[in-house]
Antibody
Framework: EVQLVQSGGGLVQPGGSLRLSCAAS????????MSWVRQAPGKGLEWVSA????????YHADSVKGRFTISRDNSKNTLYLQMNSLRAEDTAVYYC???????????????WGQGTLVTVSS | DIVMTQSPDSLAVSLGERATINCKSS????????????LVWYQQKPGQPPKVLIY???TRESGVPDRFSGSGSGTDFTLTISSLQAEDVAVYYC?????????FGGGTKVEI
């Protein structure tokens, strides 16, 4: 059974940093692109960052470019999102999500983590 | 970026009645190489992550009830719930995967 279990998150002051983790099981982690998708309170979904299976290619939305860094440790089956210089507008539930297709695509998301709330406030 | 526009923002449907949600993309998401539409539909219930209902615009995900169907091609797509059940109350999103950045529609809230 595919499982994505998230940790990290919480309350952080503007300008602060936070690291999110997503522990994967039930599939060959290194063979799939993984993403972070966020959802501001009461709002829609935004694709934030993605990384291919071997970590060779990454994507960051313009809204987080230069502040967020996605990475993965395939030996630990874990995905990360390092978030620096956090702003109030980064407040959201962050989901890790798995691409359904084997290989280096970024397409849609067939499995999602439970979500973790990041609140940026003084 | 490909902009995805959903309509309506919300709709109220009686139990057993049909619900229709529209999604329009700012450019075609039909890939000529394989004649597939790179569009997926999700259902999100309160406090839960989204769940895939339909991919390739019209292929139902395994385990999804057959009252859910997707149609359309190019830039105009529809998600239909043929006979609304109480458990279908949720927000529904379309998403294109034709080109990065992957983009979502704004969501449609379905209520009884």
């Amino acid at each position: 059974e595919v499982q994505l279990v998230q940790s990290g998150g919480g309350l952080v002051q503007p300008g602060g940093s936070l690291r999110l983790s997503c522990a994967a099981s039930g599939f060959t982690f290194s063979s799939y692109t993984m993403s972070w998708v966020r959802q501001a309170p009461g709002k829609g979904l935004e694709w934030v960052s993605a990384i291919t299976g071997n970590g060779g290619a990454t994507y960051h939305a313009d809204s987080v470019k230069g502040r967020f860094t996605i990475s993965r440790d395939n030996s630990k089956n874990t995905l990360y999102l390092q978030m620096n210089s956090l702003r109030a507008e980064d407040t959201a539930v962050y989901y890790c999500a798995k691409d359904p297709f084997y290989g280096d695509s970024w397409s849609s998301f067939d499995y999602w983590g439970q979500g973790t709330l990041v609140t940026v406030s003084s | 970026d490909i902009v995805m526009t959903q309509s309506p923002d919300s709709l109220a449907v009686s139990l057993g009645e049909r619900a229709t949600i529209n999604c329009k993309s700012s450019q075609s998401v039909l890939h000529s190489s394989n004649n597939r539409n790179y569009l997926v539909w999700y259902q999100q219930k309160p406090g839960q992550p989204p769940k895939v209902l339909i991919y390739w615009a019209s292929t139902r995900e395994s385990g999804v009830p057959d009252r859910f169907s997707g149609s359309g091609s190019g830039t105009d797509f529809t998600l239909t719930i043929s006979s609304l059940q109480a458990e279908d109350v949720a927000v529904y999103y379309c998403q294109q995967y034709y080109r990065t950045p992957l983009t979502f529609g704004g969501g449609t809230k379905v209520e009884i």
